[in-house]
């Protein structure tokens, strides 16, 4: 089963990075292919910066923000994607929803830290002095970082 999880998890990574591909190069028909007719998106920023749902509409066949991923992560069905933008200052955190090898849901997050945690019950280690009292899946590089530090934080719990 565990492999089996892995697989998927290289599958769906795969995926996005496709798609980041196919929206760096303009290619509209690969982007239809990838992400589902019916996307849910959800997005927390000013909305001046809705870079990502003006290139996934259509409003905005090229747009000037350039979509840097710096680190992709695969976890069950979603994908953790960290960026950086064209301009200095400008980050960002994609988490794709992927079903049925097409994606299916964006939240966006620009210029937020996030840690996203598992709310079931981590066996305590007596060795060990949790932070948290729920297992971290993952975080943003923002979230320990100077930049970070004058940015908004969210905990995302799955």
């Known amino acids: 089963m565990e492999q089996e999880e ?15 591909t196919a929206l760096a190069e303009g290619d ?9 007719e019916d996307l849910e998106w959800w997005f927390h920023g000013p909305p001046a910066q809705q ?4 290139l996934l509409t259509g409003v ?6 350039a979509f840097e991923p710096i680190s992709i992560r695969g976890i069950a ?8 933008g064209s301009s ?13 090898q097409r994606i299916s849901q964006l939240r966006e997050y620009f210029n937020t830290a ?8 981590v066996k305590p280690n007596p060795h060990v002095i949790q ?20 940015m908004p934080g969210l905990i995302l719990t799955i």
Do not use: C
């Open 88 to 100: 200095p200052g400008l980050y960002w955190v994609h988490i794709w929803t992927v079903k049925d």
């Open 77 to 84: 069905n979603k994908v953790f994607v960290e960026g950086k």
């Open 51 to 54: 870079h990502m749902m003006r």
């Open 114 to 121: 996030i840690l996203v945690t598992d709310l079931k019950p």
């Open 28 to 36: 509209a028909a690969s982007v239809q292919a990838i992400v589902h």
């Open 131 to 150: 932070k948290y009292p729920s297992a971290t899946l993952w975080q943003s590089q923002l979230w320990k970082s100077k930049e970070g530090r004058s």
């Open 60 to 65: 905005a066949s090229s747009d000037t923000f």
């Open 6 to 20: 892995a697989l998927e998890q290289i599958s769906n990574e795969r995926l996005v990075r496709t798609l980041y």
